[in-house]
């Protein structure tokens, strides 16, 4: 019992170790990847947008933050599952800190409610106030990873024109037409990015009618 009195009152871990940031939802602790749970970040290749419309790239902005914060720091970590990347999902503590509230709170992920609820008040209080990402205009996470997966977002945000072959031929959308954002690209079909106009045009492509 005298043993037990002198441990410290951060409470059980399965595992610890040093911070190294990765992006804002997953960590290293020592040698362990870990998805932080019931948090979702923008992805480090991410961007989002300014009130004015101006593009911002949140993914290695809100990385940047939680590097600030807990790099280097060590980890106290609970772990609850493995995902399907074969990542440990975990709820982890630098100091008292629980860092997925934290991260959350500060407004540099979101509450994941697909995954726990841990987080949901947390993120409810962040946007009233505005903080973080709540300043910005932002795609979820997960509708930001499911449009890459389907080829809809271009690997070069400066090379947004979409060289879409279909039955009426080789056609380039541009961002704003009726059928830009529904429009995927798969280049194995020799469908391609454009970075302009003219590009597309000199490539044979034609622009589409709407």
């Known amino acids: 019992m005298l043993v037990l009195s002198l441990l410290p009152s951060f409470g059980f ?11 804002a939802d997953t960590v290293d602790v020592g040698d362990v990847r870990v998805r932080l749970h019931a948090i979702d970040a923008p992805e480090l290749d991410q961007t989002c947008e300014t009130a004015a419309g101006q593009p911002f790239a949140c993914g290695m902005w809100a990385t940047a933050q939680v590097e600030a914060r807990f790099g280097g720091q060590t980890a106290r970590c609970e772990a609850l599952d ?7 999902v975990a709820k ?13 709170s500060a407004g540099w992920a979101f509450a994941y409610r697909r995954y726990g609820m841990d987080y949901d008040l947390d993120e409810k209080v962040a946007y009233v106030a505005g903080r973080g990402l709540h300043g ?14 389907q080829g809809r977002l ?10 879409n072959i279909s039955g009426n ?9 009726e059928f830009y954002d529904r429009t995927g ?7 391609r990015w454009f970075c302009s106009e003219a590009e597309a045009l000199r490539a044979g492509w034609r622009p589409a009618r709407r």
């Open 13 to 23: 871990a399965d595992f610890i170790g040093v911070v190294r940031v990765i992006d």
């Open 82 to 88: 493995t995902d399907r990347h074969g990542r440990t």
């Open 92 to 104: 982890c503590r630098v100091g008292e800190a629980d860092m997925g509230a934290e991260i959350v």
């Open 136 to 149: 910005y205009r932002v795609q979820s996470p997960a509708a930001f990873r499911e449009a890459r997966g």
């Open 154 to 163: 271009p690997p070069d945000p400066a090379c947004r024109i979409k060289g």
């Open 169 to 177: 031929g080789q056609i380039f959308h541009v961002p704003g037409q």
């Open 185 to 191: 690209i798969n280049e194995a079909r020799g469908e």
